[in-house]
Each structure stands twice: as C-alpha cells, then as structure tokens.
C-alpha cells in the first residue's frame, strides 16, 4: 500500500482512479479493481473527491497550503468510503458514495487512491448532465490506457510511472481516536434544501480566522451565537468547514453533531447528497490534531482486550456496519468486551466508527503490532507504573496512591462509574482532565486493578 503504479486520469468521459495494492479479503491485491461502471451523479461523485483533495492539502491552524496527501479507500460492497486528514490534523473528512450512486458492484478491499493535481483540474469542470463511465483500480487503468493508445490521445505516457503513497503515519492514530470520538456524537438538529446551501455559502473561507460559537437554527436559516440556545451545537474553528463550498449545489440537508453531553468539544456535521454522503469532523480546537486526543487510552487498559481483538479481528470481512451485539452472541462475549475489543482495533486502523450508522466498519491498513504502545505512551508509562500502585483500603478501596519519581499522586476511581469521572492530583489531570484520555496515573491504576 505504499506506492502507486499508476496516474489517476479523466479522458473522453472516462474517470480512472489509480489505487495502490490493496488489501482485500483475499489478501494482498497488487492490482485491485474496486468498481467498474457509471456513475449516476457524475458532479457529486467529482466534487466530494475535491472536497477530500482541499481538506488533505490545507494546514487550517496557521492556514499554509502544503502537499496532498493520497485519501484511503474502501469499498465495501454497498459503498466506498474516501477518509483523509487536514494537514493539522484538526479536520477529519469522510465520503460516502452509495451503491444507489453506481449502475455496477463495488467490491471489497482498503488501499489510498491517487488524487493529483491534474486530477483535480479535470474534475472540477465535469458537469451534472455529463456520462462518466469510472474505473477504479489498476486494472481499469491499464485497459483505459490500451484504449488511448488505439485511439493515439495525446500524454498518455504520462500514465506510466512509479509514485510513493502520500499517507502519514500517524493518520493511522488520528482513525482510531476519530472512531472512538465518533461514538459519542449525538445529532444536535437538521436542516434541509436551501437553508442547507445559505449556510454552506456564509461559511469564512479557510483563510479565515478562529469564529467560535453556538450553531442555532432559525427561521432563517442557521445562526453563530455567542451563547447556547435550543437545539444548537458548538464549534470552534468555523472556517474549517470551508471546503464544503464545494459541493454547495447539489446539497438536500445536513445534520450537526455534538458529544452526548453537549457540553463544547469535538464538533461534527453530515452533508446529504444524491447517493451520497460527506462528514466532516472537526478537533474541539483549531490547534488540537486527532492524532493526539487519546481518546481510546481507556479501552486500552483493559488486559483481555488483546485476545478479544485478535478473535474479533479474524471474523472481520470489510463490513459497511458492524452488529456489536451479534457479534457478541456469536462470539459467547459480553457487549462490553466486544466494543474494547473493536476499540483497540480500530487503533490500528482497522475500524472507523458511523455516527450517523451508530456501528463500527471495516477498513484494513497494514498492520504494526507495537502500534498499540508505539501511537500511546502514556499507556507505556502507565504499564512501567503499575508496580508502584498502591490501594488505600481506608477509602473503600476508592483511592489509590501511585509512587511516580519523587511524587506520590492521589487517584480517585470508583469502578461504578468507569474510567471517565476518575480523578488524579497530577499536573496533566488539573489541565485537561479526562478530555484528551486519562493521564498515565488512572491508567497505571486501570491497569493494576483490571478496572473499566
């Protein structure tokens, strides 16, 4: 998955999308084919992948444009999914495009796909009535090239070449905290048609700077305001929602989401589109990068959660949707130890969470067993702790003191309530609190006491 052997290219009505080998239920593919056929909505097809290729190429932090970044995709039978990251990790951006949107099969399989900047140019001016035919894979690649040549289109040689996959490392890290987030986001309210596109067409361009606010829908439409009203949802970092100016026109509705809670974090919002769908999620500060939330640190204490993932991970076949609770049956686990099971493997990137779905899918990226401590050092520094754990019986087995270097900290833990309400006296603990994961003392108790 870390090369391209091909250019992605649109001629004659043709869009082919190179992919880089892919992983698929039979194993290594280095020349997959994902989909071959028409699109039904050709322009959403095109501007969602723009949309992706913006989102990928911008530092919205201290906004810089900087080098694309080659989105990954999945196809899994009744859709493909196209995931990327902003290039400060603060911006999370997912495509969906259902099998309703395609007149052939999608297959099954994970690779990145290639998003050029030639590409781009050319998508940008395919219109809504136009016929793409699309092929995506290496495959359709090379018959479109064999074609070209017969027919002696001109630049075809430029097809030819050997490009290294544009995929930071630690987009693998940002998926599994992303997925973790997203299960607890909660659709705040809707709105459809045209209040939809006046929203979209208000939004500060990525240049922009930091507004912050209380999204409040109206009459009129949809309203920044300093405080909180009904039914609204906070975001931070407005304009790095800019990039859906792209697909402005062809929008029927979107919906906003906010953590179950509602109190200010993390902020997301889904674009309705023929045969389609575009989320964005956004870090709870324009600063903050998915890649450093932490999110899944509590899951990961957990000591049987890694033979629960190795099980759960061997039944897996790039599902659109995972039943958490049939697989529980099936498997003779509890829903709890299936759903940290499905957390650690989404550290690996093998699952993204669907808020809208409310379930986990499958997508496959290769795998680094010492992922899991490498992408978490706090979870390293909890394990060397935990011989230094000590319960304080006196509290009812409620607090604990945990000898790190010349300092003794105080955790406050009640198991009925989880790993989420749990206290430390630490200077990591006193600045962020359990927002960003729990600090290595709660963990290092986690871990001693097999806590939840």
């Known amino acids: 998955m870390r090369a391209f052997s091909n250019q992605s290219i649109l001629t004659d009505g043709t869009l082919a999308l190179a992919l880089a080998p892919a992983l698929t239920p039979g194993g290594i593919d280095s020349d997959p084919r994902f989909f071959q056929g028409f699109a039904v909505h050709p322009q959403v097809l095109a501007r969602g992948f723009l949309v992706l ?51 052939g099969q999608i297959g099954f399989g994970t690779s990145n796909v290639d998003i050029g900047m030639e590409l781009r140019a050319a998508l940008a001016n395919i219109r809504r009535e136009d016929k793409l035919h699309v092929l ?3 495959d359709g690649l090379k018959a479109t090239r064999i074609a070209n040549i017969n027919t002696k289109t001109v630049g075809i040689e430029k097809i030819v070449h050997e490009r290294a996959v544009q995929m930071p490392d630690r987009w693998v890290r940002a998926l599994g905290n992303a997925a973790e987030i997203h299960q607890a986001m909660r659709p705040v309210f809707s709105i459809k048609g ?85 989320t964005l999620s956004l870090t709870a500060e324009s600063w903050q990068g998915y ?101 304080m019986e006196s509290t009812g087995n409620k607090q604990w003191i945990v000898h790190s270097s010349e300092t003794d900290y105080r955790v406050y833990f009640d198991p009925a309530l989880g790993a989420a309400e749990a206290r430390c006296t630490c200077t990591w603990y006193l600045n962020h609190q359990n927002k960003r994961g729990p600090c290595k003392h709660i963990l290092a108790v986690q871990l001693k006491e097999g806590l939840e």
């Open 194 to 278: 045209v209040q939809a596109q006046a929203f979209v067409a208000s939004l500060p361009p990525a240049t922009g700077k930091t507004q912050a606010g209380w999204l409040t829908p109206s009459r009129a439409g949809v309203k920044l305001m300093p405080r909180r009203g009904p039914g609204a949802a906070y975001v931070s970092g407005l304009h790095r929602l800019s990039a859906l100016k792209r697909i402005m026109t062809s929008l029927s509705g979107m919906t906003f989401y906010m953590r179950a809670g509602g109190e200010p974090g993390p902020f997301m919002v889904e674009a309705a589109l023929p045969c389609a769908r575009l």
């Open 136 to 138: 995506i894979g290496d």
């Open 53 to 103: 290729a913006d989102i990928t190429s911008t530092r919205y932090f201290n906004y810089t444009p900087v080098a694309q970044r080659d989105p990954v995709l999945s196809g899994q039978g009744d859709r493909l999914r196209a995931e990327c990251f902003s290039a400060c990790n603060g911006v999370y951006a997912r495509l969906d495009l259902l099998q309703s949107g395609f007149d």
């Open 291 to 391: 890649s450093g939330e932490g999110a899944l640190l509590a899951s990961l204490a957990r000591q049987d959660v890694l033979a629960d993932a190795g099980l759960i991970g061997q039944t897996l076949g790039f599902d659109a949707a995972i039943d958490a609770l049939d697989m529980a049956r099936r498997l003779h686990r509890s829903e709890t130890q299936v759903q940290a099971a499905l957390a650690l493997l989404a550290v690996s990137g093998k699952l993204g969470f669907d808020a809208r779905d409310g379930a986990y899918f499958h997508r496959e990226l290769p795998d680094d067993p010492d992922r899991v401590l490498k992408d978490n050092p706090r979870l390293t520094a909890a394990r060397k702790l935990v011989d230094k754990v000590e319960r």
